[in-house]
């Protein structure tokens, strides 16, 4: 019993940490810390703006955003739905992002790798 207390307590805890840092990368959009998003991508990340797509490094995907973001400054975001693979170590976003220019639709995808958590794919539609 003890066991299994302690085990559901490590996995809501672990959750939570999950789930908090699922939420950094629209915190990073809105406020421009397009540093802290590099360091989120994985080496190769699938970007997707508007017509654009294509597997790219880190450092083109930022520029990419960057770009994008220069033209389209971030308000503020609304996360509509988000979900997790049964074993915790994918998971997805979707939010509306309110830019000076209009509305977007943003897509994330995410892994987890020995803790920390990484954007494998990065998608913004017209909203």
């Known amino acids: 019993m003890a066991k299994l207390v302690f ?10 940490i999950y789930s908090q840092s699922q939420n950094k990368i629209f915190d990073y ?8 998003i590099q360091q ?3 080496q190769q990340v ?5 017509s654009y797509e294509d597997l790219v490094n880190k450092n083109e995907a930022t520029a990419k955003l ?7 400054k971030p308000l503020q975001y609304t996360i509509k739905h988000k979900g997790n693979s049964r074993a915790n170590q994918s998971a997805y976003i979707v939010a509306d992002l309110l830019t000076q220019s209009g509305l977007f639709r943003m ?11 990484f954007v ?8």
């Open 107 to 117: 897509f994330v995808y995410l892994s987890e790798k020995n803790g920390v958590t």
């Open 7 to 16: 085990f559901l307590i490590f996995y809501f805890f672990t959750w939570d």
């Open 40 to 42: 989120s991508f994985t």
């Open 66 to 72: 960057k770009e994008f973001f220069s033209k389209n």
């Open 46 to 50: 699938d970007i997707c703006i508007l």
């Open 29 to 36: 959009v809105v406020t421009g810390n397009y540093e802290a």
């Open 120 to 127: 494998n794919e990065f998608r913004i539609e017209k909203g």
